[in-house]
């Protein structure tokens, strides 16, 4: 069975601060997987999907690493933002029960503080 | 403007009572989600629709139901069997259903059982 889990929790870091989020997954046999971005009270919104073949994708500040070998993704943020205080979930995609699905982690809460 | 609508943004329950929650997008997208939302867990998959007129029980369906009468609507009822309905229901669309498959998320109903 996939599971997801994202480490550390909760993560406060002071603006400007370079700073990199884990994703890591039990079973390498993804399609992609994607990362969200979720402000409190609010709905996902997809910041950036690397598929399986691939090893990053970049937009802005933003990459997102992965090795499917050893389960495993990182979000970088450069130069962090107050603006970028949020909750970020990893989500990998899946073929389980006849169907494609994402099985999502649990989420890191960044506070960049000004 | 495109987008995926939910109503209410709030929505109290007494026991015993069903509610449903409403979910429209105007993105000509055929394939809708229902997921639910736990602190200090992942999102989980309630119910999927790939087209109008079929939908399939995701990993947490029981107390749950779902109608897809029409392609920008996908209401989510909470019956009285679920038991423990208090949660962040997110409303999700895309293209289509498959191996890459980018959601686009709605902003979300909390639910409250008093």
């Known amino acids: 069975k996939q599971e997801v889990t994202q480490i550390p929790a909760a993560l406060s870091v002071p603006e400007g601060e370079n700073l990199v989020l884990n994703c890591s997954f039990t079973?390498?046999?993804?399609?992609?997987l994607q990362w969200f971005r979720q402000d409190p009270g609010k709905g996902l919104t997809s910041l950036l999907l690397i598929q399986s073949s691939q090893r990053e994708q970049t937009s802005g500040r933003l990459n997102a690493s992965l090795d499917k070998s050893s389960g495993r993704s990182t979000l970088y943020i450069a130069a962090s933002q107050p603006g970028d205080s949020a909750t970020y979930l990893c989500?990998?995609?899946?073929?389980?029960?006849?169907?494609?699905?994402?099985?999502f982690g649990t989420g890191t809460r960044l506070k960049v503080l000004a | 403007d495109g987008g995926i609508t939910q109503s209410p943004k709030y929505l109290f329950r007494k026991e015993g009572q069903n509610v449903t929650l409403s979910c429209e997008q105007n993105l000509n997208h055929d394939a809708m989600y229902w997921y639910r939302q736990d602190p200090g867990q992942g999102l989980r998959l309630i119910y999927y629709s790939q087209i109008v007129n079929d939908f399939q029980k995701g990993d947490i369906a029981e107390g749950y139901s779902v109608s897809r009468e029409k392609k920008e609507s996908f209401p989510l009822t909470v019956t009285s069997a679920q038991k423990n309905p208090t949660a962040f229901y997110l409303c999700?669309?895309?293209?289509?259903?498959?191996?890459?498959?980018?959601?686009?998320f709605g902003p979300g109903t909390r639910l409250t059982v008093l």
């Open positions: 079973d390498s046999a993804i399609y992609n």
């Open positions: 999700a669309s895309s293209i289509a259903q498959g191996i890459t498959d980018t959601q686009y």
């Open positions: 989500a990998v995609r899946t073929f389980t029960s006849g169907t494609y699905k994402y099985i």
